[in-house]
């Protein structure tokens, strides 16, 4: 998603640095707008990654929106606890590295938006999902407690929570397991660039999981906890 959501801005005229561990993805996007877009390989889970940040905002001149969008996650409805810790790593430490890193640099600059790609999946702990359902739990809570500190300081920092349903991406293997409602990821970017133009603080996407999430918010925990997923 966010491969699309970097192309859709780049063909808008927006300058782009783009960053993820895989650096022949970051060079094919580049090469599509070689004007637009440099890039940077930075992995989210290495303590070097607010450097490489650093240095993806100079190449490109300056930052007025960061854009959040590494996760990983799995089924893991046997506990793989190596799959518990990577999603743990990369989404919840990882995310607080990233996006502290941007909040510090919005800091001295005055001014700034964060737009974080989180999940439906946060709204409650999900069995065969255990640590991808916490730490985007996690990443909702974060960003309204940012959204809490830079009012209350003062500071221009926009928040844009993105929390999208099942969308075909690599992330989800379709090929072991069914999922509902699965959406089209160039479709879904489209909505995430309006939701990030207008700045919403959040945004759940489409709106049939608006509805699902309306109603999963009324389920009682003692509910909750006895449906099998
Ligand atoms: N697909 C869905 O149904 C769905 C639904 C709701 C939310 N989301 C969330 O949307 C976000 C994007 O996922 P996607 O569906 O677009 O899956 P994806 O195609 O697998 O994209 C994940 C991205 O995260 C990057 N990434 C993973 N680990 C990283 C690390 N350690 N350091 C830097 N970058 C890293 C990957 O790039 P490299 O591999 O090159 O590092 C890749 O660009 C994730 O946060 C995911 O949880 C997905």
């Not at 895989?22 to 290495?46: A, S, T």
């Not at 490489?52 to 905002?57: E, G, M, T």
């Not at 809490?148 to 929390?163: A, E, H, P, V």
Request: overall charge positive; glycine content about 8%.
């Amino acid at each position: 998603m966010g491969q699309e959501v970097a192309s859709i801005l780049a063909g808008k005229g927006w300058k782009i640095g783009v960053a993820g561990r895989r650096e022949e993805k970051l060079k094919e996007l580049q090469q599509l707008f070689p004007q637009n877009i440099e890039y940077q390989v930075i992995d989210v889970e290495k303590e070097n990654a607010p450097e490489h940040l650093l240095s993806l905002i100079d190449k490109i001149g300056g930052m007025d929106l960061y854009f959040h969008g590494s996760g990983v996650g799995w089924h893991n409805g046997e506990l793989d606890l190596s799959k518990e810790l990577k999603t743990v790593s990369t989404n919840a430490l990882g995310f607080t590295r990233m996006v502290d890193s941007a909040w510090h640099y919005f800091r001295q600059k005055g001014e700034g938006h964060i737009a974080v790609i989180s999940s439906i999946a946060g709204v409650k702990g999900l069995g065969p999902a255990p640590s991808y359902s916490a730490t985007k739990s996690f990443d909702n809570t974060y960003i309204q407690a940012l959204a809490q500190l830079s009012r209350s300081s003062g500071l221009k920092i926009r928040f844009t929570d993105i929390r999208p349903g099942f969308v075909d991406t690599p992330l989800l293997d379709t090929s072991k397991h069914h999922y509902p409602m699965l959406m089209d990821q160039k479709k879904v970017a489209r909505k995430i660039v309006r939701a990030v133009e207008r700045k919403k603080r959040v945004a759940v996407i489409d709106w049939r999981y608006r509805i699902l999430v309306f109603f999963w918010r009324l389920i009682p925990n003692c509910i909750w906890e006895r449906i099998k997923l």
